[in-house]
């Protein structure tokens, strides 16, 4: 009877280690899903989104949403990952997504509207609260109203890595004063204006790292075409984790290609400003291999020109024209004309003289959702694109310079105009007299007889207080290629 009672306790634990097993078995083989398939999430509307994911290997993977009930299979490859194109509706919601191997997961309070990517440096990254010591101006109101449940938001944690990525840790989060005063101050206002204009629900997924350069955000196919800055191998270590070419993109974009997207904000320059000719090869080329790897398309690229700022305080020692950001302001605005689908918001009036971040995020985040409002969304009858120079007439001692993009003429709001300069042949800038007419300005200079060229603000660091008469700004720019 002993050994019986033995015997049978024996056949007991090996069953429960068996079940034991098998459930561990069945644990792993749940399908899982990556951190932007979650519960909150938004999907873009009315077209065929990416979802996918690892399951167990070879398995049948059905993905289905609560707006129609139809499902849509595949098979998993022999490593468990697996990828399918889903049919969205218009916007809408909250809806269910289920996604199952034969285990059910269902992700809740899914939004379907209108999704964006928000990318770039600190400008962009710089939270509705602030940095320490350096506020949004009006923030802390916007924050207290901000609750909006349509109103979603992702923020992909700083990750700097020598091999592609696939997942991240964070959660999508809806709209309200706990999630928006961390969030970017200039995504916020984009998505609210969209939010508030298309009245659909807004997706906003912030990919930034304050200080990086645009090489950090490329990918290593990209990046080899350029040699002046090495591209580190597998495992290598990183020196400098925001200034290393590859190394974020491989972390912090990677996880997200492919997922539906309208389209992209990007705020960065910054810390490029030594290399703007190179930056202009470099932006085009970036904006061209993101749409490639998302494969939709050009799909709207609107960025931010970096604000006026001077960055003598980074190297007094220097020759200020080494170092002036003008340049790295005209090679954004020369990208314009590169880049297909794109658009500039201009920033000459809030740039603040010795602090790199402006606190005037609001005008920012706003003018590059007027650029979508227009380009994108069809909106008509109001302004959206700054003016431009256009050309320059010498007569006598005076320079006449003319504008595109000034249907309605020019103004200061009533201030002197400042900010420009004329030279003659020896190409000595002095500043100028400007006289302001409805939609040009007359410019002359008792130190330059004879002028030749023209320059507006372009400078580290220049208020810019020439408008349209809409209110959008006027870039620093020059007529001379010296």
């Not at 509706?89 to 034969?102: F, I, M």
């Not at 101006?137 to 923020?155: P, Q, V």
Request: glycine residues 8%.
């Amino acid at each position: 009877m002993k050994v019986m009672n033995t015997e049978l306790k024996r056949t007991s634990v090996a069953f429960m280690l068996l079940v034991f097993l098998m459930s561990g078995l069945t644990a792993n083989a749940k399908v899982k899903l990556p951190a932007l398939f979650a519960d909150h999430m938004v999907l873009q509307q009315q077209t065929k989104v990416a979802v996918w994911g690892w399951s167990e290997a070879r398995a049948t993977v059905e993905v289905s949403g609560s707006w129609n009930n139809e499902s849509v299979s595949t098979k998993a490859d022999k490593d468990g990952k697996w990828k399918l194109m889903l049919q969205t509706p218009e916007a809408g919601g909250p809806y269910q997504l289920s996604v199952s191997d034969g285990e059910v997961i269902t992700l809740e309070n899914v939004m379907i509207g209108e999704v964006w990517i928000c990318s770039g440096q600190s400008n962009m990254e710089m939270p509705m609260k602030g940095f320490q010591g350096q506020p949004v101006k009006g923030s802390n109101m916007d924050i207290l109203k901000s609750e909006d449940h349509t109103i979603r938001m992702i923020t992909v944690p700083r990750n700097a890595q020598t091999t592609p990525q696939d997942n991240f840790e964070a959660k999508w989060k809806e709209a309200d004063a706990a999630a928006v005063r961390n969030f970017s101050a200039t995504g916020y206002y984009f998505g609210k204006l969209l939010n508030e204009m298309l009245d659909v629900p807004i997706g906003l997924i912030e990919v930034s790292w304050g200080g990086s350069c645009i090489q950090a955000w490329m990918s290593k196919e990209t990046s080899t075409a350029f040699e002046d800055k090495e591209i580190p191998a597998p495992g290598d270590s990183i020196l400098v984790e925001n200034r290393t070419p590859t190394v974020l993109f491989n972390g912090m974009l990677n996880p997200v290609i492919a997922y539906g997207i309208k389209g992209c904000i990007w705020y960065q320059g910054e810390t490029n400003y030594q290399e703007p000719d190179r930056y202009l090869e470099l932006f085009p080329k970036m904006v061209k291999e993101w749409r490639n790897l998302w494969g939709i398309g050009d799909f709207p690229f609107y960025y931010a020109q970096i604000a006026p700022f001077d960055y003598s305080v980074f190297t007094p020692d220097e020759p200020l024209e080494k170092y002036n950001s003008a340049f790295l302001r005209e090679a954004q605005l020369k990208a314009m004309d590169i880049i297909p689908n794109s658009g500039m918001a201009v920033l000459m009036d809030v740039g603040e003289e010795t602090n790199i971040h402006p606190m005037r995020k609001k005008e920012g985040g706003e003018r590059l959702a007027l650029w979508a409002l227009a380009k994108t969304y069809g909106f008509r009858d109001f302004s959206y694109q700054s003016p431009g120079y256009y050309a320059i007439e010498i007569k006598g001692s005076q320079v006449i310079v003319s504008f595109k993009n000034v249907a309605n003429g020019l103004t200061t709001f009533g201030k002197e105009l400042m900010g420009f300069e004329i030279a003659g042949e020896n190409k000595v800038f002095y500043p100028a007299t400007a006289f302001l007419r409805s939609k040009s300005v007359i410019l002359s200079s008792p130190r330059v007889e004879k002028p030749v060229a023209v320059r507006y603000c372009f400078k580290d660091y220049a208020f810019g207080n020439l408008f349209a008469t809409d209110g959008l700004p006027v870039s620093s720019f020059r007529s001379d290629d010296w």
